[in-house]
């Protein structure tokens, strides 16, 4: 059974920085497509980043160049390193995984986590 637990979220104040952990049971994480996602308070869920099988990566705009995705394959655990935070970025965080070769920002994802919350005051 695939199971997704989310960790290290937090209130931080803007520009500072958090990563979030996303341990994986049940599956190898290198062998799915692996993805975080947020939804603010009132928001639709968006996508935040992914990774696929091979290591490439993939961004949403609003996060280029501040927020890293990458995976642990001997930890069998999915990161994402937020650097440079902005009030905007506050939301709950979820990870997802997908056991499918297609990979990228807009495919749907099977299996989700509980998601972690992170807060960003201005």
């Known amino acids: 059974q695939v199971q997704l637990v989310e960790s290290g979220g937090g209130s931080v104040q803007a520009g500072g920085s958090l990563r979030l952990s996303c341990a994986a049971f049940g599956y190898s994480v290198d062998r799915y497509c692996m993805g975080w996602f947020r939804q603010g308070l009132g928001k639709g869920r968006d996508v935040v980043a992914v990774?696929?099988?091979?290591?490439?990566?993939y961004y949403a705009d609003s996060v280029k160049g501040r927020f890293t995705i990458s995976r642990d394959n001997a930890e069998n655990t999915l990161y994402l390193q937020m650097n440079s935070l902005k009030p905007e970025d506050t939301a709950l965080h979820y990870c997802?995984?997908?056991?499918?070769?297609?990979?990228?920002?807009?495919?749907?994802?099977?299996?989700w986590g509980q998601g972690t919350q992170v807060t960003v005051s201005s």
């Open positions: 990774i696929d099988t091979g290591g490439s990566t």
């Open positions: 997802a995984a997908n056991p499918a070769a297609l990979c990228h920002l807009k495919i749907d994802f099977r299996y």
